[in-house]
């Protein structure tokens, strides 16, 4: 292995002293904590009922926990199988196939943006993830 050029070095090391020192100086900005809405909300007249969203909101988080436990094992199970060589093991054939789907080689294209001067790569931002968070309901009293 190449030893670090000093320069590197201190960067390392300044970056491993601020993390402990100021970490959040070490985060650039970040995205804001809400996206805008998409144009496609309901209407006011068109809104579902207040048991119907919370129902829905209810099915979101248990099934995204659900996903999260299952991306869980499946990455855990991954982790073994992958370092396998294709063969059958215990009634189970372990093998590889080509994948069918492809994508942008962002390293190619830079590249070629770079070798013809035509700048940065234009990128725009992925959709908005939505969330559901469970909050205490507010019960406002009437004032007499």
Sequence with gaps: MAPRRPSRLFS???????????P??????????????????YAADDM?????????????ERSADQARRA?????????VLDKLPAGVYGGWKVFRTPSSRSTPDLAE????FKA????KVPMRPCSPS???????????????
């Design 116 to 119: 013809n001067g035509l700048g």
């Design 24 to 41: 959040a100086a070490l985060v650039r900005e970040q995205a804001p904590a809400t996206a805008p809405d998409p144009t496609d909300v």
């Design 71 to 79: 991306d869980r094992g499946k990455r855990a199970a991954k982790k």
């Design 109 to 112: 294209i830079t590249r070629i």
């Design 12 to 22: 390392a090391v300044s970056g491993a002293v601020r993390s402990v020192v100021a």
């Design 130 to 144: 939505l969330k559901v968070e469970r909050v205490e309901a507010l019960v406002l009293a009437e004032v007499a």
């Design 48 to 60: 579902p009922a207040v048991e119907t969203i919370a129902a829905a909101a209810a099915e979101l």
